[in-house]
């Protein structure tokens, strides 16, 4: 455990320079310097210099969330929204006079400046914990030592009696001819002009999340998906209503259909597809996964175990196989969301400096996927509840025209999902695709973190009008399903 008394100004318990060394300032890095920092914990912190895209030397205090990942993606999507908001409004009255016209540079310089401003302020707030900042890569060279080569070329070690890696992931390019001509969201949040055509490859949150946003600037979509239907691991049901709102709003869906090639053409990237197609496109953005950062840590050398995807393996209080040595966040490849690479920060500080071990709870950890309209989840799948329950499960659904769209005329469906466990009555899974999903799954959240019940949920009175009161009045069940654990053991 770290002595409580050593401050960032006074020198470390047993001879080290630091209590901790992070190496990595994204959001896991930073939670857990300045907190480790709070619990008296005399801590630096390492990070590559800062610029939109990323690359083996380039990062930037931030790091994913904040400088190419959750935050330009969220301004991204809030300027793609106005083009449907302005098609909406006709019907509320609105008549709006001449061409209107959307300035990608415009949005592209102030979302650089918000970054830009965020990098400062987490530097400021790293400061400010006393916490240490080196900007440069980092290295470990053996379970207590970290070589710093910093921005001005000098070389230094530092011994540290811990050190965490936070040093997150990077998105991955597929392996096809022509792969060089791609570009990932890391560029597609910084283009210089707008990609009036896209070719956008995979079909997790970035994939669809990109299509909602060049779609909705006016752009044409092509979305090629390995499979049949996008988001992977999402609520059956709910993956189908995603795949119908992109289709809707103009996304061209390739379902089962992989690239082969690109070439360059003068009128543009062509592409060709396993089923002989060839679309010519401005931009192909690859959002096939990502994969941890790993490769220059030299980890190996000092024995820390990777698993076979590159992530570094953790035990359950993110501790590695090396004691000295931890690893929180993306790079661990648990689950990859700001939130609970925050949360993993968190109890890694009180653990090693706040003299209470804590783990991770994984359970009931809420997400949203910023396609248009959003899709937001927490708890079970239908099918991960019919896998676990032992029995049947009661399945509330509500589909609706939300109120805003019986005036504008929109063709959208908001639909809502509840998973129950019929003997005990508690809410299992909730999930919904439509305006303001994320914003109403939150408190969700909370009710399902609290073991909450259907019963619950009924006698909670809801807020009108709103879409979320449909949550508390869902009163008859759409359809029952046996659990196959208790088949299973019918079985046995
Ligand atoms: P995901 O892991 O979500 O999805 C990867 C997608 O790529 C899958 O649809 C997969 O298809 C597809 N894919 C993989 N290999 C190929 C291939 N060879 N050819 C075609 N398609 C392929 O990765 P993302 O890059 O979208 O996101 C990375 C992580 O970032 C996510 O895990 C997520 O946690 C996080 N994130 C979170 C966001 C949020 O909270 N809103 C937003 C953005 C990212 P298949 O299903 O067939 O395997």
Redesign the pocket.
Known sequence: MGDASATANEPSFDGYDYDLITIGAGSGGVRASRTSAGLGAKVAICELPYHPISSETIGGVGGTCVIR??VP?KILVFGSGFGADFEDSKNFGWDIKGEVRFDWKKLIENKTKEISRLNGIYKRMLAGSGVRLFEGEGKILDPHTVEVHELDGQVKRYRSKHILIATG?R?VH?NIPGKELAIT?DEGLSLDEFPKRSVI???????V?FAGIYNGMGGQVDL????ET???GFDEEMRAVVAKNLENRGVRLHPST??TRIEKGADGLHVFTDKGEEIVTDVVLF????KPNTKRLSLQAVGVELDNQGAVKVNEYSQTNVPSIWAVG?VTNR????PVALMEGTCFSKTVFGGQPTKPDYTNVP????CQPPLSVVGLTEQQAVDQAEDDVVIFTSTFTPMKNTISGRQEKTVMKLIVDSKSDKVLGAAMCGPDAPEIMQGIAVALKCGATKAQFDATVGIHPTAAEEFVTMRTSTRTVPASGRINKIKE
């Open positions: 990942g959750c993606k992931s998105a597929l969201s490859v995979g079909g997790g949150y970035i994939a999340e090629f998906l390995r499979k996008p988001l992977r992989n690239l959002a096939v996964g990502r993306d689950i990859n969301l700001t997400c949203a996927v910023f």
